[in-house]
Nanobody, 118 residues
Framework: QVQLVESGGGLAQPGGTLRLSCATS????????MSWARQGSGKGLQWVAG????????YYQDSVKGRFIISRDNAKNIVYLQMNNLKPEDTALYYC???????????WGQGTQVTVSS
């Protein structure tokens, strides 16, 4: 079965960095786009970044452009989110997601908490 396991969250100071990882299994990772999303306390789910299966196309939410970098290692079946210059408003539970396809629904990990505070 499809499994997505996030790691790398924690506490960071404003201006700091964190690198999230999402280890995947149960599907042909190199054949699918992947995304990161987040949900702050009391807020709705917010898409953060996406990357095509071969990494040739990458998209970011406007609020993270220039600060976050999504990447993937198709040999290791892992997708990453490098987060630089973190801001308090980046505080959220971050989820890795395998987007829905024409034959399957979306899959989500359990999330990893990122807290940005001094």
């Amino acid at each position: 079965q499809v499994q997505l396991v996030e790691s790398g969250g924690g506490l960071a100071q404003p201006g700091g960095t964190l690198r999230l990882s999402c280890a995947t299994s149960g599907f042909t990772f190199s054949g699918y786009a992947m995304s990161w999303a987040r949900q702050g306390s009391g807020k709705g789910l917010q898409w953060v970044a996406g990357i095509y299966a071969d990494g040739t196309a990458i998209y970011y939410q406007d609020s993270v452009k220039g600060r976050f970098i999504i990447s993937r290692d198709n040999a290791k079946n892992i997708v990453y989110l490098q987060m630089n210059n973190l801001k308090p408003e980046d505080t959220a539970l971050y989820y890795c997601a395998k987007p829905p396809t024409t034959v399957d629904g979306a899959y989500w990990g359990q999330g990893t908490q990122v807290t940005v505070s001094s």
